[in-house]
C-alpha cells in the first residue's frame, strides 16, 4: 500500500501512466481494426514523441507534430483520429484548454464512432486538466514549503548572529570592566601607593623631629586614602546579583517545592558568562518540567567542569506524567547548545534525565594554562 501512495502522491507518474495507457489503447485498435505495418508506424511515432515527453522536458508545440501525424493517417486507416486524444491531454496538461477544444473537431473526420469519440476525446481533455491542477497545486505546495524551510533558516540564522552578538557584547563588557578597575586602581591607589613610598624613603634621611613628624603624617593620610579607594573598588566590583555558579544554587535554593541536590566539581572561572546564561536555561526548565509533569520527591543536580567542557545533568526519580519530547523550550535550549558548539538531550527512562555539554572557549582554556605556568 505504500508504493501505491507514493505512486498517487507523485502527478506526472500519473500523466505518464495515462500516457502509457492511450498508446496501448491505439495498439489495441489496431490488433482489433486493421493489422497493416504502415499504420503501426504512426503508433511508433507517437509512442517516439511520448517517450521524448516522458524524458524531456520538451516544448507543447511539439504537440502540432502528433496532430499533423494522426491527421495524415485518416485518409488510410479508421483509428489513427483516435490519437488526437495525445495532443487533446498535452494541451489540457499545459493549461491551453480552448485549443483543446479545437481538436473535437476530429470527430467529424471520420467514419469512426462519433459517440465513443467523443467520450474518448472528453476524458483525454478531463484527465489533462485535472493533471494540469495536480501539478499546479503541487507546485504551490512545494514553493510554500521552500518559503517555510527558508524562513526557518532564516530564523535559525538570527538566533545565531544574536547569540554570537551576545558573547561579544558579554566579551566587550569584560574587557571594559577590566579596563575600569585597572584605571581606578592606577589612578588613584598607584598615585597614593607610589606617593606613601616616597616619603617613607625620605623619612629616613630627615634630622629635624617636625619634619619628620608631618612626612609620618603624610604616610598614614596616604595609607588611609588607599585603603579607603581600594574598599570602595572591591565594594563596586561586587555585584549586587548572583552570577555564576552562585545564581545556580540561589534558584536550587528558592526552590521549595522538592528537594534538590546540587553538587559541583571543577573550576567554575573557565565558564563564561554566555554560557551560565544557557545553564541557568537548562536547570529552570527541567525544575519547571518536574513540577509540571513529575510525581519525583527528589532531584539531582550535577555540575562538572573539566579541561574542556562543562556538563550539567538535573534527573529526577518520577514515575508518571512524562512530558512531551518535543516541547518548544527543549527545542529552542537544543538549539542555543548546537549554537555554543554543544549539545542538550534527554532521557524519559527511570524519570527524567537532562543533561547539557558546552565545550569550554579558548580563551578560557588558555588563561587557565597560563595561570597553572
Known amino acids: 500500500m505504500k508504493w501505491m501512495t507514493k505512486w498517487m502522491m507523485e502527478p506526472m507518474r500519473f500523466v505518464n501512466g495515462w500516457r502509457l495507457l492511450n498508446i496501448c489503447v491505439l495498439i489495441h485498435l489496431w490488433i482489433m481494426l486493421e493489422t497493416k505495418i504502415s499504420s503501426f508506424i504512426l503508433i511508433l511515432l507517437l509512442l517516439v514523441m511520448m517517450s521524448l515527453r516522458w524524458r524531456y522536458s520538451i516544448p507543447v508545440w511539439t504537440v502540432v507534430f502528433d496532430a499533423l501525424v494522426c491527421l495524415m493517417y485518416v485518409p488510410y486507416t479508421d483509428f489513427s483520429v483516435y490519437g ?3 495532443p487533446i491531454f498535452e494541451l489540457a496538461l499545459s493549461g491551453r484548454w480552448a485549443i483543446a477544444l479545437l481538436f473535437f473537431s476530429g470527430i467529424f ?39 517555510q524551510r527558508k524562513a526557518r533558516y532564516e530564523l535559525e540564522r538570527i538566533k545565531i548572529d544574536l547569540l554570537e552578538a551576545n558573547q561579544t557584547a558579554s566579551h566587550q563588557a569584560e574587557l571594559m570592566e577590566r579596563y575600569r578597575i585597572s584605571r581606578e586602581l592606577h589612578d588613584h591607589l598607584g598615585h597614593d601607593l607610589t606617593g606613601a613610598n616616597l616619603a617613607l624613603q625620605a623619612y629616613e ?3 629635624e623631629p617636625k619634619e619628620a613628624q608631618k612626612l609620618l603624617q603624610e604616610i598614614k593620610n596616604r595609607l588611609e586614602r588607599s585603603t579607603k579607594n581600594l574598599r570602595e573598588t ?20 528558592n526552590y521549595q517545592q522538592i528537594h534538590i541536590q546540587f553538587l559541583k566539581s571543577g573550576d567554575m572561572q573557565l565558564v563564561a558568562a554566555h554560557q551560565w546564561g544557557l545553564l ?35 534527573r529526577d526519580h518520577g514515575t508518571v506524567n512524562k512530558m512531551n519530547p518535543a516541547g518548544t523550550g527543549l527545542r529552542s535550549l537544543q538549539m542555543r547548545a548546537r549554537s555554543l ?19 569550554l572557549e579558548k580563551e578560557a582554556l588558555m588563561d587557565e594554562t597560563i595561570n597553572r605556568r
Open 84 to 86: 488526437l486524444a495525445l
Open 109 to 147: 473526420l471520420t467514419s469512426a464512432s462519433p459517440g465513443l469519440l467523443f467520450w474518448n476525446f472528453l476524458q483525454a481533455c478531463f484527465f489533462g486538466c485535472f493533471a494540469y491542477m495536480t501539478l499546479k497545486n503541487q507546485e504551490a505546495y512545494k514553493q510554500e514549503a521552500d518559503e
Open 205 to 207: 634621611y630627615v634630622q
Open 234 to 253: 572591591v565594594h563596586n566590583m561586587t555585584s549586587m546579583t548572583f552570577i555564576g555558579v552562585e545564581n545556580l544554587e540561589h534558584i536550587v535554593q
Open 280 to 314: 541557568e536555561a537548562c536547570l529552570k526548565e527541567a525544575l519547571t518540567n518536574v513540577a509540571r509533569h513529575s510525581n519525583a520527591t527528589k532531584v539531582e543536580v550535577d555540575l562538572q567542569v573539566t579541561a574542556s567542557i562543562v556538563r550539567l545533568s538535573i
Open 341 to 359: 558548539g554543544g549539545s542538550l538531550s534527554f532521557s524519559q527512562e527511570n524519570g527524567f534525565l537532562l543533561v547539557c555539554v558546552i565545550p
